[in-house]
């Protein structure tokens, strides 16, 4: 298995645009996490899906951001207008349970820099 | 407010040394424990986890300790090898199936050598 894959592994835009995040987790995972890391917070869960579906996103910061799983290969986390403070690097996980028996599988991250 | 602290941002240890790494949390709810760790430009990987009817776990060179009483875990490794200079996440997570793990913010361990 490839593991979890994200894309692109850098991303850096200009303040104001859209930014799509893109994971693509384990097969057979049921759970698929978006984190995201800073210095200030480290590493903070923003949403999680079950079976494609959001159980959780009270750790989504603002209305900017959304997240969607289409199907159980694919997610996409979206910053709409993305601002400076948005700079951090996004993970994405996958797990076969939701709590921490088996542990996750994380992505290599995407490092986002808004200018 | 965290419920997972980690209040050493760094330590440093000379290779062929014990590292210890220590972590609180708050929460008596918490029933699973992991540690992760974490290179640069990699995403976490998992390490090793211990459930909170235990109060220890090993693997290889990598045990855990967990302390009910005291909210406290700490992770040992022995001997240290330079190659597990990383940052190590602490990390928790409750009982059912919707509980989400909650991570600590990090410890930098450099092994000299």
């Known amino acids: 298995d490839a593991g979890v894959i994200q894309s692109p592994r850098h991303e850096v835009t200009e303040m104001g645009q859209e930014v799509t995040l893109r994971c693509k987790p384990i097969?057979?995972?049921?759970?698929l996490f978006w984190y995201r890391q800073t210095m200030m917070r480290g590493l903070e869960l923003l949403i999680y899906?079950?079976?494609?579906?959001?159980?959780?996103d009270s750790g989504m910061p603002e209305d900017r951001f959304s997240a969607k799983m289409p199907n159980a290969s694919f997610s996409t986390l979206k910053i709409q207008p993305s601002e400076p403070r948005d700079s951090a690097v996004y993970f994405c996980?996958?797990?076969?349970?939701?709590?921490?028996?088996?542990?996750?599988?994380f992505g290599s991250g995407t490092r986002l820099t808004v200018v | 407010d965290q419920q997972v602290k980690q209040n050493s941002p760094s330590l440093s240890v000379q290779e062929g040394r014990i590292s210890i790494l220590n972590c609180d949390y708050t929460?008596?709810?918490?029933?699973?424990f992991l540690w992760y760790k974490k290179y640069p430009a990699e995403g976490p990987t998992f390490l090793i986890s211990?459930?909170?009817?235990?109060d220890k776990n090993e693997d290889g060179r990598f045990t855990v300790f967990l302390n009910k009483s005291a909210k406290h875990l700490s992770l040992h490794i022995v001997p240290s090898q330079p190659g597990d200079s990383a940052v190590y996440f602490c990390?928790?997570?409750?009982?059912?199936?919707?509980?989400?793990?909650?991570f600590g913010p990090g410890t930098s361990l450099s092994v000299i050598p």
């Open positions: 929460n008596s709810m918490f029933d699973y």
């Open positions: 899906f079950n079976n494609n579906v959001p159980i959780d």
């Open positions: 097969s057979g995972h049921d759970y």
């Open positions: 996980a996958s797990s076969k349970t939701s709590g921490g028996r088996y542990g996750y599988t």
């Open positions: 211990i459930s909170s009817i235990k």
């Open positions: 990390a928790a997570s409750g009982k059912t199936s919707y509980d989400k793990v909650i």
